[in-house]
């Protein structure tokens, strides 16, 4: 225990580090001394509204989000005892996804602002209960099977869309979110996922005593009083609610939700009740230390940290699936 | 049958080039003179009635390109009185976030509305509560088919575009 208040201990310092970093780094650099007294004295100038309304949104925006994916990316890699497992998993990402496109191809989104993430998050809780309800009575496999056909059913209705699309405009919009990105959220986003993020979140991390019992195989589980299913709806529920609405505010972000649980593992003696926090710390430290490098590369303010995740996140795929090819008999 | 390749006109100088070129093309050398002609005049007047105060205005869709100082959009700009607030040194267009668009100090917003407004994402990035709040009463929308290709009628458009940014310019105090 007391290993584990070390490792997020430094987690939390790290994320700390970060956070400031994020506040300080932009277009321009800002002197600590204006984030400082921006954050404290509510000053309303330029740069004292850049860190209030732009830059302090945006970092929390990326801790919850990457928390989220972190999160459930430990907690579904433990639940499917699948290493590669991650949010996408369950057609979460691809549902949010897809009700954020349906709003941006109609219209939606003109008629209340907040309409694409809502719709994101019923696209989200949606397609989580397609996947339930295809998978459910079925063992895991048949939930990670039904899973999949429903990020395929999302994705052809995304790719639709872009077919379909009404003007050229719609088309590069639907294509431009679907790449990812924190840029220009404010604190309504904050405030719309924020509810959906902590509850999501407080359901995955009570689950630490199942996917224990889990670890040990679904049989064992069961024997040791663990309601499988139960365990698999709190964890598409939770997943659905902390995913979908970070997903529905920014886009699909890949690999953080992937990488995060792996990190940590060997810090947790591979236990998964004890990986759950650390890895939401690492997602949200992954995630923010992206977006930060997405500002200052000299590519250009449109790189989308969807794609610099993706970027980064593959050859730790590659690498993982090497480890994984030289571990097998 | 006989091609023309006709290359884009990015200011008033490339305008003319341009009307001459296809003038010539088509046998109608008098007629571009004359549309010519119209242009300048309208020129010669925005130049007379140059406000005495220039107006930065900032082409801002939130998503997207965003014309540069190489622009048509540029040359409209100037032509109507103000300059352009796109980065410096992009050319014909440039990308910019909402942060650098607050760092380049824009006294105005100018936003691009479509012939036909269809769904869109474009139509919800300017309601951010801080764009709101500093650009709430200062903002414009310009024809955008106006602005993307050069052609003497691009002359009115710069003068729908000064009597635009008329209705935003600060007002003189009183002594």
Same mark, same amino acid.
């Given at each position: 225990?007391?290993?584990?208040?070390?490792?997020?201990?430094?987690?939390?310092?790290?994320?700390?580090?970060?956070?400031?970093? &994020?506040?300080?780094?932009?277009?321009?650099?800002?002197?600590?001394?204006? !984030?400082?007294?921006?954050?404290?004295?509510? &000053?309303?100038?330029?740069?004292?509204?850049?860190? +209030?309304?732009?830059?302090?949104?945006?970092?929390?925006?990326?801790?919850?989000?990457? *928390?989220?994916?972190?999160?459930?990316?430990?907690?579904?890699?433990?639940?499917?005892?699948?290493?590669?497992?991650?949010?996408?998993?369950?057609?979460?990402?691809?549902?949010?996804?897809?009700?954020?496109?349906?709003?941006?191809?109609?219209?939606? +989104?003109?008629?209340?602002?907040?309409?694409?993430?809502?719709?994101?998050?019923?696209?989200?809780?949606?397609?989580?209960?397609? +996947?339930?309800?295809?998978?459910?009575?079925?063992?895991?496999?048949?939930?990670?099977?039904?899973?999949?056909?429903?990020?395929?059913?999302?994705?052809?209705?995304?790719?639709?869309?872009?077919?379909?699309?009404?003007?050229?405009?719609?088309?590069?919009?639907?294509?431009?979110?679907?790449?990812? &990105?924190?840029?220009?959220? *404010?604190?309504?986003?904050?405030?719309?996922?924020?509810?959906? !993020?902590? /509850?999501?979140?407080?359901?995955?991390? !009570?689950?630490?005593?199942?996917?224990?019992?889990?670890?040990?195989?679904?049989?064992?589980?069961? &024997?040791?009083?663990?309601?499988?299913?139960?365990?698999?709806?709190?964890?598409?529920?939770?997943?659905?609610?902390?995913?979908?609405?970070?997903?529905?505010?920014?886009?699909?972000?890949?690999? /953080?939700?992937?990488?995060?649980?792996?990190?940590?593992?060997?810090?947790?003696?591979?236990?998964?009740?004890?990986?759950?926090?650390?890895?939401?710390?690492?997602?949200?430290?992954?995630?923010?230390?992206?977006?930060?490098?997405?500002?200052?590369?000299?590519?250009?303010?449109?790189?989308?940290?969807?794609?610099?995740?993706?970027?980064?996140? +593959?050859?730790?795929?590659?690498?993982? /699936? /090497?480890?994984?090819?030289?571990?097998?008999? | 049958?006989?091609?023309?390749?006709?290359?884009?006109?990015?200011?008033?100088?490339?305008?003319?080039?341009?009307?001459?070129?296809?003038?010539?093309?088509?046998?109608?050398?008098?007629?571009?003179?004359?549309?010519?002609?119209?242009?300048?005049?309208?020129?010669?007047?925005?130049?007379?009635?140059?406000?005495?105060?220039?107006?930065?205005?900032?082409?801002?869709?939130?998503?997207?390109?965003? @014309?540069?100082?190489?622009?048509?959009?540029?040359?409209?700009?100037?032509?109507?009185?103000?300059?352009?607030?796109? @980065?410096?040194?992009?050319?014909?267009?440039?990308?910019?976030?909402?942060?650098?668009?607050?760092?380049?100090? @824009?006294?105005?917003?100018?936003?691009?509305?479509?012939?036909?407004?269809?769904?869109?994402?474009?139509?919800?990035?300017?309601?951010?509560?801080?764009?709101?709040?500093?650009?709430?009463?200062?903002?414009?929308?310009? @024809?955008?088919?106006?602005?993307?290709?050069?052609?003497?009628?691009?002359?009115?458009?710069?003068?729908?575009?000064?009597?635009?940014?008329?209705?935003?310019?600060?007002?003189?105090?009183?002594?």
């Amino acid at each position: 225990m007391t290993r584990d208040l070390g490792l997020d201990g430094l987690l939390v310092i790290v994320l700390a580090l970060v956070f400031v970093a &994020s506040l300080l780094a932009g277009q321009v650099w800002l002197p600590i001394g204006t !984030v400082y007294r921006a954050a404290f004295t509510h &000053s309303t100038d330029l740069a004292g509204l850049i860190v +209030t309304q732009l830059r302090f949104p945006r970092a929390v925006l990326a801790c919850l989000v990457g *928390g989220a994916l972190g999160l459930s990316g430990a907690v579904l890699q433990s639940l499917t005892r699948n290493p590669l497992a991650e949010p996408g998993l369950l057609g979460v990402s691809a549902g949010a996804a897809l009700g954020s496109v349906v709003a941006i191809y109609f219209g939606l +989104t003109s008629v209340f602002e907040l309409t694409g993430p809502l719709m994101g998050l019923a696209g989200a809780i949606g397609a989580s209960a397609l +996947t339930f309800a295809l998978g459910r009575n079925g063992g895991m496999l048949a939930l990670v099977l039904a899973g999949s056909a429903v990020t395929g059913l999302a994705s052809a209705c995304i790719s639709l869309a872009l077919n379909l699309a009404p003007n050229p405009y719609a088309a590069y919009e639907i294509m431009s979110w679907l790449l990812g &990105s924190l840029e220009d959220r *404010g604190w309504n986003h904050v405030q719309l996922i924020l509810p959906f !993020v902590l /509850v999501g979140g407080a359901m995955l991390l !009570v689950l630490g005593r199942g996917l224990d019992a889990l670890s040990l195989g679904e049989q064992q589980a069961a &024997s040791l009083g663990i309601a499988l299913q139960r365990l698999n709806s709190q964890v598409i529920l939770g997943t659905a609610l902390a995913v979908g609405a970070a997903t529905s505010v920014t886009g699909a972000i890949g690999f /953080v939700g992937l990488i995060a649980p792996h990190l940590v593992r060997p810090f947790v003696r591979h236990q998964p009740s004890r990986l759950l926090i650390p890895s939401a710390l690492l997602g949200a430290i992954v995630l923010l230390s992206a977006d930060v490098c997405a500002r200052l590369l000299p590519i250009g303010p449109g790189l989308k940290i969807g794609v610099l995740t993706s970027l980064i996140g +593959t050859p730790f795929f590659f690498w993982l /699936v /090497v480890k994984l090819r030289k571990a097998a008999p | 049958m006989a091609v023309l390749e006709v290359p884009p006109a990015n200011d008033f100088e490339e305008v003319r080039s341009v009307t001459r070129l296809v003038g010539r093309a088509v046998g109608e050398s008098a007629r571009a003179e004359r549309l010519l002609e119209k242009m300048d005049e309208i020129l010669r007047d925005l130049a007379a009635s140059r406000p005495t105060h220039t107006l930065r205005v900032a082409s801002w869709d939130g998503s997207g390109a965003v @014309p540069g100082e190489n622009s048509l959009f540029a040359e409209l700009v100037r032509a109507a009185g103000g300059t352009n607030a796109a @980065p410096t040194g992009r050319g014909g267009a440039a990308l910019f976030g909402m942060e650098w668009l607050l760092l380049a100090h @824009p006294d105005v917003l100018a936003y691009g509305a479509a012939d036909r407004e269809e769904p869109s994402l474009r139509a919800d990035t300017d309601q951010h509560p801080l764009l709101l709040k500093l650009y709430g009463q200062r903002r414009i929308a310009y @024809p955008e088919v106006l602005f993307s290709c050069g052609v003497p009628e691009s002359a009115e458009a710069a003068r729908e575009l000064r009597a635009l940014l008329t209705r935003v310019m600060p007002k003189p105090t009183s002594p």
